[in-house]
C-alpha cells in the first residue's frame, strides 16, 4: 500500500500539505513536529517587494469558518530566498512556492528568482487573492489575463507551474481550460471566497480592510463542487483545498478528482492536523485493501 | 508547549460576566514567565471553530493547577462559561513571551496598572515580583464596581488603588487619575488593559522602563497566520513588523505602535 502522489516537480510521499498562507515558510510547525512527515509544503505568498499588508483585525470567526483579510505579507523576494529558503533548504520535503504581484512583471521576476534556486519544486500562481486591491484577483477571474499571465511565468519560470484558481467567479470551468491551454503544469483549488461580516453594535465592518476572504469547513461543499467540475474538463493535477479537516474530507476531495490535498484553516486550530490526518489516511487505505491512494481518484464519483 | 486537554477544576462567576476557571494538566509545567497565554477551543465541534487566546492569571507548577480568568463576550466564551467540574478543554499553550522580571531589584518599586480583562495576566506577575522582595503597587481600573474583581488578591502583593468610571468602587475616574491623585513613583512600569489606557501610559511617562502586554484578534495563537500583526514605533508606516501571539504578547514600553 502507497500513500506516494508524484505530482510535477513535487514527488511527495503522501498526497497532504499545508496550504499556502497557512502555515508561514513552516518555522512555527517546525517548533511542534518534524516537517519531513508532509507531502509537500505550500509557502506563504511572495512578493517582489516586502510587504506589511492590511491593518488589524484581519481575523474574523463565522459559522463553520473564517474570514481573513491579511493582504499578503511576506518579507519579500530577497529575504524569502536568503533567509527562508536557506533555513527550509534542509528539509527532504518538496516546496510549492505561492507567488503574488500587481503586475505581470513583479509574476515573472519572483517566478524566475525562486525557481533559478533550485530549492522549490513547483511555484504556484496566486491569482486568487481577494485582499489586494492592486491587482492580483483581476488575473484571477478574466480568462485571458490568466491566460497570458500563465504563459509568461510559465518562460520565466524553469519548474513546473500551478496556477491557484479563484472560486469568485461565474464558471471556473473557464479559468481551468484557459490556464491549461496556456501550459499551466497544475491546478490548485480552491483559493478563499470573498466575504464579509458587520459588527451590528458598532455597524461597522469587522475587518479593517472591510472584506475578507472565507475559508474553512463552511466552503467545503463549494470546493468538492469545482473540483469534481473542472475534473470532467481536464486531466491537469488538481490539489484540492478548501475545509479540509478529517481524513474523510480527504478521500472526499480525492473521489472528486483533486490528486492531492492542501490543508489550510485547520493547521490554525489544531497545529498537528497535517501529521494526525497523514496517520489516519494510511490507516484507512491498509483498512480498505488499497494497493495506491491514487485508486481513490482513478475510481472517482458514482453518478 | 503543549496541545493538551486540560481537566476543569473549577469554574465560578467572580464578577459580573467575569468567570474564574482553574484548570490542571501537564502543560503548567511548561509555564515559564507569568503573562503567557493559553489559546482555548471552546467546543469540539466546528462551530465556533477557532481558539480563544486566555492569559494565564496565576500558576501553581507545584499543584499542577493554572487559572484563567476571561469575560463572556462572544458564542466561545458563553460555551466556556456553562463547562463544569471533571469536563475538558481542549488547551495549546503556554503560548507567547511573558513578563520579564531580571531587570528588577529587591529595593526597586514596580507599578502594575490593570484596566478591566487586562487585569488577570498581571496578577501572577504581581506575586512573582512580591516573592522576589519587589515593592509593588497596584492600580486597577474598571468600569463600575460590579466588574471589579481581585483587589483583594493583590492587596497579597503591596498596595491597590481602584477606580471605576462610574465611581461606584474606588476613585471616580480613570487609572491614569488615581497614579496623580496618589501620586505614585516607580522605577518599573507593567501595564494590560485597552489600548486607550496603554496610549494614555506611554504617553504619561515617555521615558519610563516596563513592559505591557497586549491583546489582539489571533488564528493559530502560533505565529504563522500573520492575524495579530502589529507595527513598531521605530518604522510606524513601514514593513517592520511584530506578531503579538509570538513576538509578545508582552512588549518593552513603546517597541510597537499601540
Not at chain 1, 491566460?147 to 479563484?166: H, M, N
Not at chain 1, 468538492?224 to 479540509?244: A, D, F, H, N, S
Not at chain 1, 481524513?247 to 483533486?258: N, P, S, T, V
Amino acid at each position: 500500500m502507497s500513500l506516494q502522489t508524484n505530482l510535477p516537480g513535487l514527488p511527495m510521499k503522501n498526497p497532504v500539505m499545508p496550504a499556502s498562507g497557512c502555515f508561514g515558510f513552516g518555522e512555527e510547525f517546525a517548533k511542534w513536529y518534524d516537517l519531513n512527515t508532509l507531502g509537500a509544503i505550500a509557502l506563504k505568498a511572495t512578493t517582489a517587494e516586502p510587504r506589511f499588508g492590511n491593518e488589524t483585525p484581519r481575523v474574523a470567526e463565522t459559522p463553520a469558518g473564517m474570514l481573513n483579510a491579511i493582504g499578503l505579507q511576506n518579507p519579500g523576494l530577497e529575504k524569502v530566498v536568503s533567509e527562508k529558503l536557506a533555513w527550509l533548504k534542509a528539509l527532504e520535503t518538496p516546496l510549492l512556492a505561492n507567488i503574488a504581484g500587481t503586475t505581470m512583471e513583479d509574476y515573472e521576476k519572483v517566478a524566475a528568482e525562486l525557481s533559478s534556486t533550485n530549492l522549490i519544486g513547483a511555484l504556484e500562481l496566486n491569482i486568487s487573492c481577494p485582499n489586494v486591491k492592486e491587482g492580483g484577483i483581476a488575473f484571477g477571474t478574466d480568462p485571458d489575463l490568466a491566460a497570458e499571465l500563465t504563459k509568461r511565468v510559465k518562460k520565466a519560470a524553469s519548474c513546473p507551474v500551478y496556477v491557484k484558481l479563484s472560486p469568485n467567479v461565474t464558471d471556473i470551468t473557464v479559468l481551468a481550460k484557459a490556464v491549461e491551454q496556456a501550459g499551466a503544469d497544475g491546478l490548485s483549488m480552491i483559493n478563499t471566497l470573498s466575504g464579509m461580516k458587520i459588527d451590528t453594535r458598532s455597524k461597522k465592518p469587522l475587518l479593517a480592510n472591510g472584506s475578507g476572504g472565507l475559508s474553512g469547513p463552511a466552503i467545503k461543499p463549494i470546493a468538492i463542487r469545482m473540483i469534481y467540475e473542472v475534473r470532467k474538463q481536464t486531466e491537469l493535477p488538481i490539489i484540492g483545498m478548501g475545509g479540509i479537516s478529517t481524513c474523510d474530507d480527504i478521500i472526499e476531495f480525492l473521489m472528486a478528482g483533486a490528486d492531492a490535498v492542501a490543508v489550510g484553516t485547520a493547521n490554525f486550530t489544531n497545529p498537528f492536523i497535517c501529521p494526525e490526518l497523514i496517520e489516519e489516511l494510511e490507516k484507512w487505505t491498509l483498512e480498505q485493501g488499497m494497493t495506491s491512494i491514487q485508486d481513490i481518484r482513478r475510481q472517482g464519483v458514482i453518478s | 508547549m503543549k496541545k493538551e486537554n486540560m481537566t476543569i477544576c473549577s469554574n465560578q462567576e467572580i464578577a459580573e460576566n467575569t468567570f474564574e476557571m482553574e484548570l490542571t494538566g501537564a502543560l503548567v509545567q511548561d509555564i515559564q514567565a507569568p503573562g503567557q497565554f493559553l489559546h482555548i477551543k471552546p467546543s469540539h465541534e466546528n462551530v465556533p471553530l477557532l481558539r480563544r487566546p486566555l492569559s494565564i492569571c496565576d500558576a501553581d507548577q507545584r499543584g499542577g493547577t493554572l487559572s484563567i480568568i476571561y469575560r463572556t463576550e462572544g458564542i466561545g466564551t458563553n460555551l466556556l462559561s456553562k463547562k463544569t467540574n471533571g469536563e475538558t478543554v481542549d488547551v495549546l499553550g503556554p503560548l507567547g513571551n511573558g513578563f520579564s522580571l531580571s531587570d528588577i531589584n529587591q529595593e526597586q518599586t514596580a507599578l502594575i496598572v490593570g484596566g478591566g480583562v487586562g487585569v488577570p495576566p498581571l496578577y501572577g506577575l504581581a506575586r512573582e515580583l512580591a516573592r522576589k522582595g519587589v515593592h509593588v503597587e497596584t492600580v486597577l481600573g474598571f468600569s463600575d464596581a460590579e466588574a471589579l474583581f481581585y483587589e483583594d488578591a493583590f492587596k497579597e502583593t503591596g498596595n491597590v488603588y481602584v477606580s471605576t468610571v462610574d465611581g461606584s468602587a474606588g476613585q471616580k475616574g480613570f487609572v491614569t487619575d488615581v497614579i496623580d491623585q496618589e501620586d505614585l513613583a516607580f522605577d518599573r512600569l507593567y501595564a494590560c488593559g485597552p489600548t486607550p489606557m496603554l496610549k494614555a501610559l506611554e504617553n504619561k511617562f515617555p521615558k519610563a522602563e516596563g513592559f505591557i502586554s497586549l491583546e489582539e484578534r489571533m488564528g493559530c495563537g502560533i505565529g504563522a497566520c500573520f492575524a495579530c500583526v502589529c507595527h513598531t514605533q521605530t518604522d510606524p508606516e513601514g514593513s517592520e513588523y511584530r506578531k503579538v501571539c509570538s513576538d509578545g504578547p508582552v512588549f518593552p514600553l513603546r517597541e510597537v505602535v499601540l
